[in-house]
């Protein structure tokens, strides 16, 4: 098992890489992580530039899951730190990524305790599966503890500062 | 709106696959959901307008020769097209589900009908590369 780091400096690098993944020797990944989203559109492209390079990053994946074979899907995770507050473009933007990436996770930074670090995470499944929500600490120590969110109402539309989209 | 179609579309899709196989007739619950696209999609598969490129990888992309002679890319894998209507109607308007593109290209899959190309794995790298020296 390997993990193998690619830095594409730009949003063209990127592209590149994901066009060609079809010619990349030895065997397909069990998943893509891109982190850092924002960075590639942070040029302000029009909603179909975004789009195909969220439809780029899911058939890239698909076709890695067919090289893999049958029930050997390749996963994708991707990470993207919205504005907090956005214009529409922001917004229209946001709308096309969630149609590409409808299972999402939502992180907040919550108010911590002395000491700690503390994140609301609010997890929503693709499909009509229920949304939950989950306490992420960090301790001085580094020390994580992850606990269920004492209520179960969740918003991820108001006050969000970053997300996490996955392929469902 | 999800990248997968939503139920109901799919389900007309897999109807029209067993209604064509069995007497070619196609339901015409595909003009109620999709419109004038469903005509105009249906023109581009009798005019044998999609073609599925693919390479020895294994990967592969649809072209699809629209009615004004420019050829636009559907990804096969998810809802893409780079044709305008479907960065309008589709992504910013939310007012269509699909563009008669990639109507067409499923009607084709349904209907067999697509016409196929081989080229290299090189030559798929560039046709994506290009799609996205158009978009910018």
Redesign the interface.
Known sequence: MKIRFQYPPSTGELLGLLCSAHEAPGPAPSLLLLDGLEEYLAKDPGPQEAAYLAALLLDTVAYFSHRRGPNRDCGLMVALQTQEEGDSGDALQLALLQRYFPAQCWLQPDAPGPGECRIRACLEPSGLGPRTEWCVTFQPDGEMKITRWPTQACDPSSDKSSSSGDQP | ???TLPAVVEELLSEMAVAVRETTRIPNELKFIFGSSAIQALDLVDRQSITLIS?P???HIYQVLGSSGKTYTC??????C?CPA??FSV??KSESLLCKHLLAVYLSQVMRTCQQLSVS??Q??DM??I??KQ??
């Open positions: 709106m999800a990248v390479s990888s294994g990967r990804l096969a894998s998810c809802h893409y780079s479907f960065a992504l910013r794995d090189k798929l790298t994506l590369l799609e996205k978009e910018a």
